[in-house]
């Protein structure tokens, strides 16, 4: 921010203070809880921050947002004074490694979540830096750290950056606890204990938190030391799977993790919220809008600033996706009322034009899905409810998400509703009139899935649903369309580089692709991310879960040629689609060498490519 006092207020919004001068105007002397993040301060629920915070004002607290603070300057840290309880510490919406490099570990340009989208707002290691500034800036001051970063790094990990195995971001950052998750019921009870005079050393007892203590607690599940994770391969991966193993909220146990003289504990993860605490969260009084002092367009908001979260938790478990690990696989839904009255409130906005550019959540189509079986639900130990195959006890029905679609469109200030979240498609082929709707009324010309491969091989280890799923769905897709007279194609999303994926599996996908008439210009390479079970095959080439030793491609030519061959219908990239064919002697690909460049066709009156991948959506 370069300038900390709003310009103006536009409603009677009032966002949370971010200065000196904006807690004098609330007639505070001091703040209760002291938030500290790399993003730029959206007052959005879409944003992690802004929603914790606010949930701890409607608790009473006073808080206050440093948001994208210099961490070299102590006098910006303590422009709002020294907080009374604790400062809450985040890297933001992303890891902010993720956020600052490529696959290619190039330094990336943009970031979304900065006005202007301008790059080197926050540092590299977001985490341990804000920690150690605020540890200089208030002396004794207690630290908590979360969000993404913090809870994909709880236990050693490996990190790509540094090509090594990390300890835990704990006991790098050296903060008194870690909340992992989505964290707002620890964060609540965390503030009301130390309000009512616990200190933050005593409190160990909390589901989703960790913390280092000089002894184990009874009955914790002991992984390899990190001692031993940093060395050996195979201790790693038997780290990894036992801590996989112990995700279930409603019968994990602790886990410990000795690093050095000291031992890591993580408690088990919170419970999920019901719908009701859900809904409460979702009503609290955002602005919904960035921080008035902001000069510039932040990109992430502009993505989401119409659209709605409708549920939150993924139950997909794909190998290469931190969801899971972060919002649990359990399906948390609002209500229908609770999101028709979020419409209400949008459609109060000035320039609000009456469409909702999306609803949904981290996976679209499973809005109002769960566990048919409570007691098999409290001791499942799976990572996913779709992979090997769909379990007996999930709820697919698609009635609670046919409901909602069908109340907002009839919602008089909605005139579009499109779906730009993903979708599962192995879960659409029991969700007939889910997809009816959407294919009706909710696809923008173009509809998003992300198969990820066309080969089979490969989406066993990615946890995804072979080709044979896509092929079924492409079909009904194109037979539905035509029916209703639509011009309407698809956007896949392919990973390219992932562990299991050798050249030969990525002809089988180009192939796939050309027979299918699908093209896209944009290819995802793998990344590996820290706490995703790829990352850990990536790292000790092994699958932790079967033992069965997996190729990894870690060459700098191997993953180009690889990402050549999805691009396989421009002529730049027609040299590596030649040299990948003669690699793994596949001349029956030879057709990829002779395809006529792309035809622009005509999508809802409009030129476009129906080719086109636009980038990800990040959750």
Same mark, same amino acid.
């Not at 779709?386 to 409901?403: G, M, N, Q, S, Y």
């Given at each position: 921010?370069?300038?900390?006092?709003?310009?103006?207020?536009?409603? &009677?919004?009032?966002?949370?203070?971010?200065?000196?001068?904006?807690?004098?105007?609330?007639?505070?002397?001091? %703040?209760?809880?002291?938030?500290?993040?790399?993003?730029?301060?959206?007052?959005?629920?879409?944003?992690?921050?802004?929603?914790?915070?606010?949930?701890?004002?409607?608790?009473? @607290?006073?808080?206050?947002?440093?948001?994208? #603070?210099?961490?070299?300057?102590?006098?910006?840290?303590?422009?709002?004074?020294?907080?009374?309880?604790?400062?809450?510490?985040?890297?933001?919406?992303?890891?902010?490694?993720?956020?600052?490099?490529?696959?290619?570990?190039?330094?990336?340009?943009?970031?979304?979540?900065?006005?202007?989208?301008?790059?080197?707002?926050? !540092?590299?290691?977001?985490?341990?830096?804000?920690?150690?500034?605020?540890?200089?800036?208030?002396?004794?001051?207690?630290?908590?750290?979360?969000?993404?970063?913090?809870?994909?790094?709880?236990?050693?990990?490996?990190?790509?950056?540094?090509?090594?195995?990390?300890?835990?971001?704990?006991?790098?950052?050296?903060? $008194?606890?870690?909340?992992?998750?989505?964290?707002?019921?620890?964060?609540?009870?965390?503030?009301?204990?130390?309000?009512?005079?616990?200190?933050?050393?005593?409190?160990?007892?909390?589901?989703?938190?960790?913390?280092?203590?000089?002894?184990?607690?009874?009955?914790?599940?002991?992984?390899?030391?990190?001692?031993?994770?940093?060395?050996?391969?195979?201790?790693?991966?038997?780290?990894?799977?036992?801590?996989?193993?112990?995700?279930?909220?409603?019968?994990?146990?602790?886990?410990?993790?000795?690093?050095?003289?000291?031992?890591?504990?993580?408690?088990? #993860?919170?419970?999920? %919220? $019901?719908?009701?605490?859900?809904?409460?969260?979702?009503?609290?009084?955002?602005?919904?809008?960035?921080?008035?002092?902001?000069?510039?367009?932040?990109?992430?908001?502009?993505?989401?600033?119409?659209?709605?979260?409708?549920?939150?938790? =993924?139950?997909?478990?794909?190998?290469?996706?931190?969801?899971?690990?972060?919002?649990?696989?359990?399906?948390?839904?609002?209500?229908?009322? &609770?999101?028709?009255?979020?419409?209400?409130?949008?459609?109060?906005?000035?320039? @609000?034009?009456?469409?909702?550019?999306?609803?949904?959540?981290?996976?679209?189509?499973?809005?109002?899905?769960? =566990?048919?079986? !409570?007691?098999?639900?409290?001791? =499942?130990?799976?990572?996913?409810?779709?992979?090997?195959?769909?379990?007996?006890?999930?709820?697919?029905?698609?009635? #609670?998400?046919?409901?909602?679609?069908?109340?907002?469109?009839?919602?008089?200030?909605?005139?579009?509703?499109?779906?730009?979240?993903?979708?599962?498609?192995?879960?659409?082929?029991?969700?007939?009139?889910?997809?009816?709707?959407?294919?009706?009324?909710?696809?923008?010309?173009?509809?998003?899935?992300?198969?990820?491969?066309?080969?089979? !091989?490969?989406?066993?280890?990615?946890?995804?649903?072979?080709?044979?799923?896509?092929?079924?769905? %492409?079909?009904? @897709?194109?037979?539905?369309?035509?029916?209703?007279?639509?011009?309407?194609?698809?956007? !896949?999303?392919?990973?390219?580089?992932?562990?299991?994926?050798?050249?030969?599996?990525?002809? $089988?996908?180009?192939?796939?692709?050309?027979?299918?008439?699908?093209?896209?210009?944009?290819?995802?390479?793998?990344?590996?991310?820290?706490?995703?079970?790829?990352? =850990?095959?990536?790292?000790?080439?092994?699958?932790?879960?079967?033992?069965?030793?997996?190729?990894?491609?870690?060459?700098?030519?191997?993953?180009?040629?690889?990402?050549?061959?999805?691009?396989?219908?421009?002529?730049?990239?027609?040299? $590596?689609?030649?040299?990948?064919?003669?690699?793994?002697?596949?001349?029956?690909?030879?057709?990829?060498?002779?395809?006529?460049?792309?035809?622009?066709?005509?999508?809802?009156?409009?030129?476009?490519?129906?080719?086109?991948?636009?980038?990800?959506?990040?959750?």
């Amino acid at each position: 921010m370069k300038n900390h006092t709003p310009k103006s207020t536009q409603t &009677s919004c009032r966002f949370l203070p971010t200065s000196r001068a904006e807690m004098n105007e609330r007639g505070w002397d001091a %703040l209760d809880v002291l938030f500290v993040t790399g993003d730029a301060y959206i007052d959005h629920p879409a944003f992690g921050t802004p929603l914790l915070a606010r949930l701890l004002e409607s608790e009473g @607290f006073r808080v206050g947002i440093l948001a994208q #603070p210099d961490w070299k300057n102590v006098e910006e840290l303590q422009r709002m004074g020294r907080p009374r309880l604790f400062a809450a510490i985040s890297a933001g919406a992303m890891d902010s490694m993720v956020n600052h490099y490529t696959a290619a570990k190039r330094l990336r340009s943009d970031d979304a979540y900065t006005p202007g989208g301008k790059a080197g707002a926050r !540092p590299n290691r977001a985490v341990i830096a804000y920690t150690a500034a605020i540890k200089g800036a208030f002396k004794g001051l207690p630290t908590i750290i979360g969000g993404i970063e913090a809870s994909l790094r709880r236990l050693a990990h490996y990190d790509y950056w540094s090509d090594s195995v990390r300890r835990s971001v704990l006991v790098d950052a050296k903060a $008194d606890l870690l909340l992992f998750g989505m964290a707002e019921t620890a964060l609540c009870t965390l503030a009301k204990r130390l309000a009512a005079g616990e200190t933050i050393s005593a409190i160990h007892d909390l589901p989703g938190t960790a913390y280092l203590t000089s002894s184990a607690p009874d009955g914790a599940i002991a992984l390899p030391a990190f001692e031993e994770v940093v060395t050996d391969r195979a201790a790693y991966g038997r780290a990894f799977r036992l801590a996989a193993e112990q995700t279930n909220p409603f019968s994990g146990k602790s886990l410990v993790q000795a690093h050095g003289s000291r031992q890591l504990v993580i408690n088990p #993860p919170a419970w999920p %919220l $019901d719908e009701a605490a859900l809904d409460r969260i979702y009503d609290l009084p955002y602005c919904r809008r960035p921080h008035p002092s902001y000069e510039s367009t932040i990109p992430a908001f502009e993505q989401i600033r119409n659209s709605i979260t409708s549920h939150r938790g =993924c139950c997909g478990g794909c190998a290469f996706c931190a969801i899971t690990h972060h919002q649990g696989k359990l399906i948390q839904s609002r209500s229908v009322a &609770s999101i028709k009255a979020e419409v209400d409130r949008m459609a109060a906005e000035p320039g @609000f034009r009456g469409t909702l550019s999306d609803v949904g959540g981290p996976t679209a189509n499973m809005y109002g899905m769960g =566990c048919s079986n !409570p007691q098999a639900e409290e001791v =499942c130990r799976r990572s996913s409810c779709l992979f090997p195959d769909i379990c007996r006890h999930l709820r697919t029905a698609d009635k #609670p998400a046919v409901e909602l679609l069908s109340e907002l469109r009839a919602h008089p200030a909605v005139k579009h509703l499109f779906i730009a979240s993903g979708l599962r498609i192995d879960l659409l082929e029991r969700q007939p009139d889910y997809l009816d709707a959407l294919l009706r009324h909710h696809v923008g010309g173009l509809l998003k899935v992300a198969p990820e491969t066309a080969s089979a !091989p490969v989406a066993r280890i990615m946890h995804k649903p072979g080709p044979e799923s896509f092929q079924r769905f %492409l079909g009904e @897709f194109r037979d539905r369309s035509q029916a209703l007279d639509r011009r309407q194609g698809i956007v !896949p999303y392919l990973i390219s580089g992932h562990p299991g994926c050798t050249l030969s599996d990525m002809v $089988d996908t180009a192939l796939f692709l050309q027979h299918n008439r699908l093209r896209v210009e944009q290819v995802q390479e793998f990344t590996p991310t820290p706490g995703s079970l790829s990352t =850990c095959i990536y790292h000790t080439g092994v699958d932790p879960f079967s033992g069965e030793s997996v190729h990894v491609p870690r060459g700098d030519k191997e993953r180009r040629l690889q990402k050549a061959l999805l691009l396989w219908h421009l002529p730049e990239h027609r040299a $590596d689609v030649a040299e990948a064919l003669r690699q793994c002697n596949r001349p029956d690909g030879n057709s990829l060498l002779l395809a006529e460049p792309p035809v622009p066709t005509k999508v809802k009156g409009k030129s476009a490519k129906t080719q086109t991948s636009p980038p990800r959506r990040r959750k």
